[in-house]
């Protein structure tokens, strides 16, 4: 789906980070650090590929309200669906989100992310803008930014976007597009997702 192709960019930004000299703000600071974290983790020699996977898996969870993401990309059949097939969907995107990241960290270096300022759009939630940059090879900055939610003053990611083109919007028409050409069978969905997080595995 399409929502590789955009993680491969972001999971390239995260394997190299340059820290901004200033945060204006606390949703910057939250993104520019926790960044930082998973650069650690991602360069860490000394762990092995197990452990620098358990690592990073707990890094993500910690980032993310994954189970806020889900709920969001199933649409309107989150309220046709039972409980049992909504926790079943939950834990299904989480493992498969979880080996999508798992699939690519580990494969790009280099990249500089810079926090470059943020625009808030409403109350609870800022984007934090950033743009990933080559030094190898120059060119044009990427674009990535990231939808952060403060839940009083505790920060979460529910959304990043590259160039432009928000995942979770990408990732909710492609599941209720698959769902509704599906008799809107969210088992069937979690199917296919437990079939690509053990290709992505």
Same mark, same amino acid.
């Given at each position: 789906? &399409?929502?590789?192709?955009?993680?491969?960019? !972001?999971?390239?930004?995260?394997?190299?980070?340059?820290?901004?000299?200033?945060?204006?703000?606390?949703?910057?600071?939250?993104?520019?650090?926790? !960044?930082?974290?998973?650069?650690?983790?991602?360069?860490?020699?000394?762990?092995?590929? !197990?452990? &620098?996977? @358990?690592?990073?898996?707990?890094?993500?969870?910690?980032?993310?309200?994954?189970?806020?993401?889900?709920? %969001?990309?199933?649409?309107? =059949?989150?309220?046709?669906?039972?409980?049992?097939?909504?926790?079943? %969907?939950?834990?299904?995107?989480?493992?498969?989100?979880?080996?999508? =990241?798992?699939? =690519?960290?580990?494969?790009?270096?280099?990249?500089?992310?810079?926090?470059?300022?943020? @625009?808030?759009?409403?109350?609870?939630?800022?984007?934090?803008?950033?743009?990933?940059?080559?030094?190898?090879?120059?060119?044009?900055?990427?674009?990535?930014?990231?939808?952060?939610?403060?839940?009083?003053?505790?920060?979460?990611?529910?959304?990043?976007?590259?160039?432009?083109?928000?995942?979770?919007?990408?990732?909710?028409?492609?599941?209720?597009?698959?769902?509704?050409?599906?008799?809107?069978?969210?088992?069937?969905?979690?199917?296919?997702?437990?079939?690509?997080?053990?290709?992505?595995?």
């Amino acid at each position: 789906m &399409r929502l590789i192709l955009a993680v491969l960019f !972001v999971t390239v930004a995260m394997t190299g980070l340059s820290r901004p000299a200033t945060a204006a703000t606390p949703a910057e600071q939250f993104i520019a650090e926790n !960044v930082q974290r998973g650069l650690t983790i991602l360069n860490d020699k000394q762990l092995s590929k !197990v452990e &620098r996977r @358990t690592q990073f898996q707990e890094f993500l969870l910690s980032l993310t309200d994954i189970r806020l993401i889900a709920d %969001y990309t199933l649409g309107q =059949y989150r309220r046709t669906a039972t409980p049992d097939q909504l926790a079943a %969907y939950e834990t299904a995107f989480k493992d498969y989100a979880l080996a999508v =990241y798992q699939g =690519y960290f580990s494969k790009y270096t280099g990249q500089t992310l810079q926090v470059v300022g943020s @625009t808030p759009p409403d109350d609870d939630e800022t984007i934090v803008k950033t743009v990933m940059v080559d030094p190898k090879k120059g060119g044009k900055p990427l674009e990535v930014d990231f939808r952060v939610l403060n839940r009083a003053g505790h920060f979460l990611v529910v959304d990043f976007s590259v160039e432009g083109v928000w995942i979770r919007e990408l990732e909710r028409s492609d599941f209720t597009s698959y769902l509704g050409q599906h008799g809107g069978n969210v088992s069937s969905l979690i199917q296919v997702l437990r079939n690509k997080t053990q290709q992505n595995g």
